[in-house]
């Protein structure tokens, strides 16, 4: 009989930790499964990219953030479709969040600056120009997009002054340097 009662508090560990392994399993399945998705969903929205189908492929970078917040290329890809859709507004707050979720990610970074350049944020430009720079001081296309903000930026500040002095040919001449 003590055989028998070893057997089953064998029995009965054995089933507990499998309990046990399986639910951690689970997690860990559900992880992947998540992966699998996210990837599947960049993958095709990829494909989609390539061949034109901004809408098509939007569809798929939108279910990929869904489907992980975490997931950094996922607001990269889906921020790349507004840009070619022409709507970076649309892409500053995704290209904000890679930023955020990987600060050393240099393309949403160099992204994010020449959205903000042209939407007139020079400041917030140069900011995202200079981190480039000291991560990588030979990044020729962050060196001459922080040169044109620096430039910009002065110009603006010139028309500013030219408008407050009344000005107003003057002023309009330097903001119309700016647009082009």
């Known amino acids: 009989m003590p055989r028998c009662s070893n057997l089953l508090l064998y029995l009965f560990v054995l089933v507990t930790l499998s309990d046990l392994f399986l639910s951690g399993a689970r997690g860990d399945t559900a992880e992947v499964k998540t992966a699998d998705i996210v990837n599947d969903h960049l993958e095709k929205g990829k494909k989609l990219l390539a061949t034109g189908q901004l809408s098509d492929a939007l569809t798929h970078f939108h279910s990929a953030v869904e489907a992980d917040p975490q997931n950094y290329l996922s607001y990269f890809r889906r921020a790349t479709v507004y840009l070619a859709m022409g709507k970076?507004?649309?892409?500053?707050?995704?290209?904000?969040?890679?930023?955020?979720?990987?600060?050393?990610?240099v393309a949403a970074r160099m992204q994010r600056g020449n959205v903000l350049l042209k939407?007139?944020?020079?400041?917030?430009?140069?900011?995202?120009?200079?981190?480039?720079?000291?991560?990588?001081?030979?990044?020729?296309?962050?060196?001459?997009?922080?040169?044109?903000?620096?430039?910009?930026?002065?110009?603006?500040?010139?028309?500013e002054s030219s408008y407050s002095h009344q000005d107003y040919a003057r002023a309009i001449e330097l903001l119309s340097t700016i647009i082009e």
């Open 88 to 105: 970076s507004k649309a892409a500053l707050p995704d290209l904000s969040k890679v930023i955020e979720l990987k600060p050393d990610f």
């Open 119 to 159: 939407q007139g944020d020079f400041d917030e430009a140069r900011e995202d120009f200079q981190t480039v720079l000291r991560s990588d001081s030979s990044n020729g296309e962050a060196h001459t997009q922080l040169d044109t903000t620096i430039q910009m930026g002065q110009v603006f500040q010139e028309a």
